[in-house]
């Protein structure tokens, strides 16, 4: 039996998370798997509740859990509170720090039906299919912080920091998610400014003789983000650190039509946490509107990296991607001849292709 903990959160989160776990019900007793689920509070509704973003109890059920489902976290009724209170803060890297997830992962895969709904011409989106490791526990999101006065004015500064330690085991992830696709790894940072990017760069060409089948390759953020809508067919695997990987995933999102699309796993510690990459959308919750494909996605992650039911994770993949060969959108990733459809029945129709 396996413990999957959920965080709806807020927002949307209330909505995508159940049609998940509808999906999940459905697809486990056909590969002979045994789910539980326990819920708990998070974000901004854990706030409003017991006056904590991350409670006690909530990352206890995380930390004694197989795997974790979230939903998103956030919405502009907490932006004023004090930042160690914020909820994409101090939930998120909370619960990044307390369970030890170092790496985000995200594929970003071009369904041949969702074509038209990208913001980029077919010719260029056409084949897209990548994955983006992400580092998560270091640099400026963990590194000092502060403000201090100088000169009679504020100044406010934040810390990038790694560690040799930190680039090597998400350098390693990526080396060998590429040797079991096409053998390409491109490694992003500012190695021409940042001396943290030095040792990025340094510390990943290291480790580059110990898988001579992948061929590897260096970029920069700001390059990289260019080649990302100018030629994004030319990445297999991305590595880079926390904050060039947040902004990029985003930017990448969009080759597979719709950050509604993007799922993601946080890993590296015994328990991975599986999450849409977008936010809360509180402007669309409780309308039926969200996308709940991506936490369907994300599902299918954590059979297959949590669970190891690969069969089970394949067949959901297969599921969406049928649904949406049929015609049927979300708002979001609507285009004229198609058939708009809601959260619910969008889950109603991948339940049926499974």
């Not at 897209?128 to 000169?151: A, I, K, P, Q």
């Not at 400014?193 to 898988?211: D, G, M, N, Q």
Request: net charge negative; hydrophobic share 45%.
């Amino acid at each position: 039996m396996a413990k999957i903990a959920l965080l709806p959160g807020d927002g949307i989160g209330q909505e995508i998370v159940p049609q998940a776990v509808r999906v999940l019900k459905h697809i486990a007793p056909k590969y002979g798997i045994e789910l539980e689920f326990a819920e708990a509070l998070v974000g901004g509704a854990a706030i409003d509740a017991l006056g904590v973003p991350l409670p006690d109890e909530t990352l206890k059920l995380c930390q004694q859990s197989d795997a974790i489902l979230l939903g998103a976290v956030g919405g502009p009724k907490w932006d004023t509170l004090p930042v160690h209170l914020r909820p994409e803060g101090a939930a998120l890297l909370g619960l990044r720090k307390n369970l030890g997830l170092f790496t985000n992962i995200r594929p970003v895969k071009m369904l041949p039906a969702l074509l038209k709904a990208s913001t980029l011409k077919e010719e260029i989106v056409n084949g897209v299919d990548m994955m983006v490791f992400r580092e998560l526990t270091g640099g400026l999101y963990f590194g000092e912080r502060g403000r201090r006065e100088v000169n009679g004015e504020t100044q406010a500064f934040d810390t990038m920091v790694y560690a040799t330690s930190e680039i090597e085991r998400i350098a390693r992830l990526g080396f060998v998610a590429a040797q079991g696709r096409r053998g390409k790894l491109c490694s992003v940072d500012k190695a021409n400014i940042l001396e943290s990017s030095r040792l990025w760069r340094e510390t990943v060409s290291k480790l580059a003789p110990e898988y001579p089948d992948v061929e590897l390759t260096h970029m920069y953020v700001d390059n990289c983000a260019m080649q990302l809508v100018r030629q994004p067919l030319q990445f297999d695997v991305i590595i880079t650190e926390n904050m060039f990987g947040d902004i990029l995933t985003d930017l990448a999102s969009m080759l597979s039509g719709s950050i509604g699309m993007l799922a993601s796993a946080s890993i590296g510690g015994k328990v991975g946490l599986y999450e849409p990459a977008h936010g809360s959308a509180p402007d669309i919750a409780g309308m039926n509107k969200a996308n709940p494909l991506a936490t369907i996605l994300s599902a299918a992650l954590l059979l297959r990296y949590a669970l190891g039911q690969e069969q089970a994770a394949a067949a959901i993949e297969a599921s969406v991607a049928q649904t949406l060969a049929q015609g049927y959108r979300t708002p979001d990733i609507y285009v004229s001849g198609c058939k708009q459809v809601g959260t619910q029945e969008m889950t109603d129709l991948v339940i049926k292709n499974v």
